[in-house]
């Protein structure tokens, strides 16, 4: 494809304290003091982080998010423009609006935790898509709707408006999500009733398996999770190629689930004339990515970056099983570090690790392996 991505949606500031190994364990204690390392502040969100990604690996991009008229807005302005010059040429800066942020407590062995405030994201709307930055663009991409109040209430009017636009300019379009907390209103939303309006808009549908097992049937999500649980430990080929193929009838042609260390599954339709866009090889396919052999520092951002390889790999016309190689290999590199984005290589580096025999890790969903 020619033309650059428009990644539109969340963005905020991501406060992210070092702990030292003896730190671990019980980090919410009344009157305790836990001392940590210095922290590493970067922008977050899928604006952000699979923004940067991409610029990162040398595809053409354009970022569009909200950001409030404070310090905080300032420093993800800053930040932004460290990694390129051009990349808050399309932040809003909302007068009197508090600038999302969230600090994440991320010590070594335990699941991270996020503490969130999204701030200007909540008032996002299609109306802040400029339609000249969809000019002489390939792609569209958007994020996180669950954290972003705008995008879900009113049945996900304003999320359907979104991809309108974008699929009026003609075109590709990919939609990612975040899990909400299941005290908020987002989670109390009907996210079935909003995919099936949204996702015939969306040809690219990215979610992690565990994000949108949440959002549209909790009963099996709480099945699983059952005994404290990690959900990815117990889902199986079946339930993967059933969930994805509910997307797919609600009518995204391409269904990408992220799994974590298990790896990124891939199905798609079998209707050809819903990927003129990709090519005869995508038609009908079920495939499974296993991650590759690293050590993991941090996964911030992890989600993001493996959906940034997947959309570089789409954007050069490549095959499912390079595009899903690429993404997986994107993912690795991100978690070697602590934040989100640095660790992201050139494309050439990507490409070059992978052909020079990169180990994957053992996966234990038995489809074919690209």
């Known amino acids: 494809m020619t033309g650059h991505i428009v990644v ?53 991009v354009k970022l569009l998010g909200k950001v409030g008229d404070d310090r905080f807005g300032s420093l993800v302005l800053d930040l932004l423009r460290e990694q390129g010059p051009q990349l808050a040429d399309g932040m809003i800066v909302s007068h009197g609006q508090v600038t999302s942020y969230t600090v994440i407590l991320s010590p070594p062995g335990i699941d991270r935790t996020f503490l969130h405030c999204p701030g200007a994201n909540h008032t996002y709307h299609a109306s802040n898509i400029p339609t000249a930055a969809l000019e002489g663009a390939a792609m569209f991409h958007f994020g996180y709707p669950p954290i972003m109040q705008s995008m879900y209430e009113n049945g996900g009017a304003e999320l359907e408006r979104v991809f309108n636009v974008a699929k009026k300019a003609g075109l590709v379009t990919s939609l990612d999500l975040c899990q909400p907390d299941r005290a908020s209103p987002a989670a109390a939303a009907d996210w079935r009733m909003i995919f099936a309006r949204v996702l015939p808009k969306v040809d690219v549908f990215l979610p992690s398996f565990e994000e949108v097992l949440f959002l549209i049937d909790r009963a099996k999500y709480d099945q699983l999770a059952a005994g404290g649980a990690d959900v990815l430990s117990r889902l199986d080929a079946r339930v993967l190629h059933d969930l994805a193929g509910q997307l797919i009838d609600w009518g995204s042609p391409v269904v990408v689930l992220n799994l974590g260390e298990h790896g990124l599954y891939l199905r798609t339709t079998t209707d050809a004339s819903k990927l003129q866009h990709f090519g005869k090889d995508w038609v009908g396919r079920e495939l499974v990515a296993p991650c590759f052999k690293v050590n993991v520092v941090g996964t911030t951002g992890s989600g993001d970056c493996t959906i940034a390889g997947f959309l570089a790999g789409l954007h050069k016309g490549l095959s499912p099983e390079a595009v899903m190689t690429a993404a997986v290999g994107v993912g690795a590199f991100n978690v070697e570090v602590p934040d989100a984005v640095s660790g992201v290589p050139t494309w050439e580096k990507l490409q070059s690790r992978i052909a020079a025999g990169w180990p994957r890790r053992d996966t234990r969903i038995s489809l074919e392996k690209p």
């Open 8 to 60: 539109a949606g969340h963005i905020c500031l991501d406060i992210i304290p070092t702990f030292p190994a003896a730190a671990v364990g019980n980090l919410v204690q009344p009157g305790k003091l836990i001392g940590v390392e210095p922290a590493t502040l970067s922008t977050g969100g899928v604006v952000s982080n699979t923004g940067i990604a991409l610029h990162r690996l040398g595809t053409p």
